[in-house]
């Protein structure tokens, strides 16, 4: 009987340690926030259809992140404008952040032309739903990003 009971005692013992590690080292990533510092085009014109936008990519993670390339659908006032493209190589730092340059191809002149009177209005509030391609150790992995706020007023 005491063989059992030490044996059980031994069983407990690992399971709960068990249980205690795995809260530790959860596999649950902290992720990458992605949001809008400015619209670089101080003036869009009815012709141009390319935007350039600045973002600002928050590592929240433990560990670098190399990103290879970005893509994010962009929503102003509640409009879709089109996907906004990174294609330029970039490393995130642990718990780091860094501005990136991305390009948002507007779908025709009348889209540039909202975009146009949207940021001569003011305020503007936007969506991100970004899409990262990551290389890790040779796989390729995505990481998704939901973000909204404000655009900073000129």
């Known amino acids: 009987m005491s063989m059992l009971r030490a044996f059980s005692s031994k069983c407990l013992l690992v399971l709960l340690v068990g249980l205690w590690l795995t809260g530790c080292t959860s596999t649950e990533k902290a992720g990458i926030v992605v949001s809008i510092v ?17 973002l600002r990519l928050v590592n929240e993670n433990l560990m670098p992140i190399a990103l290879a390339r970005t893509v994010h659908k962009v929503y102003l006032n509640g409009i879709y404008f089109g996907e906004a493209v990174g294609t330029k190589p970039l490393a ?5 952040d860094v501005r990136y340059e991305v390009t948002l191809t507007l779908a025709d002149a009348a889209a540039a032309a909202r975009l146009r009177e949207m940021l001569l209005r003011g305020a503007v509030n936007y969506r991100l739903e970004s899409r ?3 290389d890790a150790a040779g796989e390729d992995l995505y990481m998704l990003s939901t973000d909204s706020g404000q655009l ?3």
Do not use: F
């Open 152 to 154: 900073p007023s000129r």
């Open 132 to 134: 990262m391609l990551c």
């Open 38 to 54: 400015k619209v670089s085009a101080t003036e869009v014109a009815l012709t141009d259809r390319k935007v350039v936008l600045q």
């Open 92 to 96: 995130l730092m642990e718990r780091g």
